[in-house]
């Protein structure tokens, strides 16, 4: 992992400091058993949250990713980043609910599961509280594609991928398209 670079000299000049602050880590994909195991919460908000939020923020842009879950990088820790319907940002040990009975279905995907899409239903409105990385607390409603993106990446961080919420019919065609991808049957050949 690159080390990142704060203030100071760097005899590598503005244009490598540059370069060399963004962090690009390997995403777990399925069926990674990290992506199904409950994510531990936050209990030190200390440089190293800070510089883990930092690299799954550049993994998420690098990817083209609305969110991004910790245990998709393989560290089980409830965090993940989010840039979406104009906003971005990260939440520690979120708790989200739903604000009204209002639902939403539309595609749906995940890095940790390449090339996938299927119709998913999830609450239209939410609010997720949480802690910042400096352990202040954060508020961040989210409406449409940023509250699909906080249920889904907060389902991450109990180990569920959305797989488990699409209808019977969705989900077996989506399992069938997974068992028939590259990635899911010749991991080495995709290299990740
Ligand atoms: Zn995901």
């Not at 990674?32 to 993994?59: I, K, N």
């Not at 940002?89 to 595609?107: K, M, S, Y």
């Not at 993106?149 to 959305?162: A, M, N």
Request: glycine letters at 8%; hydrophobic letters at 40%.
């Amino acid at each position: 992992m690159l080390e990142a670079s704060v203030g100071g000299c760097d005899e590598r000049g503005p244009i490598a400091r540059i370069m060399s602050s963004v962090t690009v880590l390997p995403i777990r994909i399925y069926p990674d058993a990290v992506l199904r195991t409950r994510a531990d919460e936050v209990t030190r908000f200390d440089a190293d949250v800070a510089r883990l939020v930092d690299d799954m923020m550049d993994t998420m842009r690098a990817h083209h990713g609305a969110g991004l879950a910790a245990p998709q990088v393989g560290v089980s820790l409830r965090v993940f980043v989010y840039e979406c319907g104009g906003v971005s940002g990260h939440v520690v040990n979120p708790v989200w609910r739903a604000v009204d009975d209002e639902l939403q279905t539309g595609p749906e995907g995940c890095l940790s599961i390449p090339d996938i899409r299927a119709e998913c239903t999830r609450h239209m409105n939410v609010v997720v509280e949480g802690f910042d990385v400096t352990g202040a607390p954060i508020t961040v409603d989210g409406t449409e594609i940023v509250a699909r993106c906080i249920q889904h990446e907060t389902d991450h961080l109990d180990g569920v991928l959305f797989l488990e919420r699409l209808e019977p019919a969705v989900r077996k065609e989506a399992m069938r398209a997974i068992r028939s991808a590259e990635w899911f049957t010749d991991p080495a050949k995709v290299g990740s």
